[in-house]
């Protein structure tokens, strides 16, 4: 990737300036220099610059005031300051400037070595970021344009609809959002259905699914299979409803079509079989359809099944339906409790992960209907099925795009400080491992072992001089260290995204202390979040057992010795009790994610 970087060189020693110009094309494809602030200021603006290194002292403009104009247009270049001046006023200025390196001349090869290689590699995870951060909104898009998609907030009040949605209900974007759904309820639709679907969506917090007759606004009527998905915060509380729809008004039109030519008596029988032949291939060619007997056996299966399985139909009569499932299922014993609920005459929704011939995976959208006799008898089971696949994979992709950006981030955060990716990878996988000794969710976990890597985030904000100083910080220096719990938090707070909530709490909280004592907000105790008070233990511990620019790293002993001291101090007692007891599976992790 450093083919495709740019730097800048700003130095008036014309003799100085060729030989590190020489230096510098070892590093990156393009390297242009200037001999003053003016001459460099006029390139920078002509010209993609992806780091500028510069001089201090120089005529027309100097690097001060260079560096000013090239923060205030563009804050997030790196800028590195050369200079054989080390007053105390330069370096104030440059700290106020957010330089991204300050070296002295005569300068260190390898100082400048390291600084121009972390500096690269800081910009190939922020290029890298920002391709997935693109990816993402493609995904996004590719769901935009293939359902029919509303949001509401917690009122259920509109807050977007997508093009899909105004082209079927006919109403504008502006005659929608900030309006009730109600707008588009169609009168033949039940009251108590509506309810059901509240009380499922805002009391019970699940997901309802289910066929919605609406009307256009022209006054005519349409119909979509919908599906509404309470969207939560991280304290549980709904944030927003989110609403995908697929439109099925040709389907359920030739029902009402079938159903009325079907009660019409004066039709002769053939002619009722003319309309159920159509009725069945109009089903056939929409939906996947199994019959199974009361043993789960099947008995049926249509064209578009076996197409979706990759079995013939042959190879799947008499074959028993558990055996397309995935081993969740089984595992979970989904199949006893469908079977359980079809023997007592009440139908059954749920979604099913099935095997297919070719042993890839697909995700069917499953109704199954207990079919009886005259006399109530149950005889067989039909399963009606959408093949939703497609949409279930893509949900699937956005979600690990947000994980990978996720940690990418945490990346960056620590790239800064000079610390390897491992410290991330470490990091999360002992914070997930402490969440569920203490009793959290599997769920829960896993958000947090997303989440933690972006603890020092804010650490981007933070001057190298400050970051990496090898001795102890002055009192000035490390109340700017600090600001990174309060930075990271900011960053990270305006997201509506579980995993990215979650990482707000963790940089907001993992340097508070059980004790009170700790920042940005002197917490106490339960007070701070248990996702902090894990990232807390999980960052000391990892940053203790390794090398830091300020340190050598601790031996196990005293870094246990320290949690014991520190129990009920710094650190929740609790959490504290379950790493003393569970040593060994602490220690697997170091050794396995070891530098």
Excluded at 403 to 420: A, D, L, N, P, Q
Aim: with cysteine; net charge negative.
């Amino acid at each position: 990737m450093n083919e495709s970087f740019t730097i800048l060189y700003v130095e008036d020693d014309k003799a100085a300036q060729k030989e590190l110009k020489e230096l510098l094309e070892d590093y990156f494809a393009f390297v242009l220099t200037a001999s003053d602030g003016e001459e460099a200021l006029n390139l920078f603006k002509n010209n993609k610059i992806d780091i500028v290194l510069t001089d201090i002292l120089m005529p027309k403009m100097d690097g001060i005031e260079l560096t000013r104009r090239i923060k205030k247009d563009s804050p997030h270049t790196p800028v590195i300051v050369i200079t054989a001046h080390s007053e105390h006023n330069y370096l104030i200025e440059c700290i106020k400037l957010h330089v991204d390196g300050y070296i002295l001349k005569p300068f260190d090869l390898m100082e400048l070595d390291r600084e121009l290689n972390f500096k690269i590699e800081d910009l190939k995870l922020k290029y890298e970021l920002q391709a997935q951060k693109q990816l993402l909104e493609e995904y996004k898009d590719m769901v935009d344009e293939s359902t029919i998609l509303s949001k509401a907030d917690p009122k259920g009040v509109i807050t977007y609809v997508n093009k899909k949605f105004c082209d079927i209900s006919g109403f504008t974007e502006e005659e929608l959002i900030g309006k009730n759904h109600n707008v588009v309820r169609h009168p033949d639709m039940p009251k108590e259905e509506f309810i059901n679907m509240w009380d499922t969506i805002k009391n019970k917090k699940r997901v309802w699914h289910g066929k919605v007759k609406n009307r256009k606004k022209d006054g005519s009527h349409y119909w979509v299979d919908a599906t509404i998905k309470p969207i939560l915060d991280t304290k549980g509380e709904i944030s927003e409803f989110i609403a995908l729809r697929k439109d099925i008004t040709e389907l359920e039109n030739y029902k009402l079509i079938l159903k009325n030519k079907l009660e019409d008596t004066s039709r002769s029988l053939n002619e009722n079989i003319n309309y159920t032949k159509q009725y069945e291939g109009a089903i056939n060619n929409t939906l996947a359809v199994l019959k199974t007997d009361t043993d789960n056996n099947i008995v049926y299966a249509n064209d578009y099944y076996s197409k979706v399985s990759g079995y013939s139909r042959n190879e799947l009569l008499g074959t028993n339906c558990e055996k397309q499932r995935d081993q969740k299922h089984i595992f979970l014993k989904d199949c006893d409790r469908v079977k359980e609920t079809l023997a007592k005459g009440e139908p059954v929704k749920i979604i099913f992960t099935n095997v297919s011939k070719n042993g890839s995976l697909y995700f069917l959208d499953t109704t199954i209907y207990p079919v009886t006799q005259i006399d109530g008898e149950i005889v067989e089971h039909l399963h009606l099925m959408h093949d939703i696949t497609e949409l279930t994979t893509l949900h699937e992709e956005i979600e690990n795009t947000q994980k990978e950006i996720v940690y990418k981030m945490g990346e960056i955060g620590e790239s800064r400080s000079k610390e390897t990716g491992n410290h991330v990878k470490r990091v999360a996988e002992y914070s997930k491992l402490l969440a569920l000794l203490s009793g959290l969710s599997e769920e829960d976990s896993k958000v947090l072992f997303t989440a933690s890597p972006m603890h020092d985030i804010g650490k981007v904000a933070i001057p190298d001089n400050v970051l990496n100083k090898p001795g102890k910080l002055t009192f000035e220096e490390f109340e700017i260290m600090k600001t990174h719990a309060q930075i990271g938090y900011e960053v990270l707070k305006g997201s509506s995204r579980t995993v990215l909530k979650a990482a707000a709490v963790v940089a907001h909280e993992h340097h508070e202390k059980w004790d009170g004592s700790g920042y940005p907000r002197g917490l106490k105790g339960e007070q701070i979040h248990i996702y902090g008070r894990i990232t807390a233990i999980a960052d000391v511990f990892d940053a203790l057992g390794h090398d830091r620019v300020y340190k050598k790293a601790w031996e196990l002993e005293r870094i246990y010795k320290l949690f014991e001291d520190e129990r009920g101090k710094h650190f929740d007692p609790r959490l504290i009790d379950l790493v003393l007891n569970n040593k060994e599976k602490f220690e697997q992790i170091k050794d396995r994610y070891d530098d």
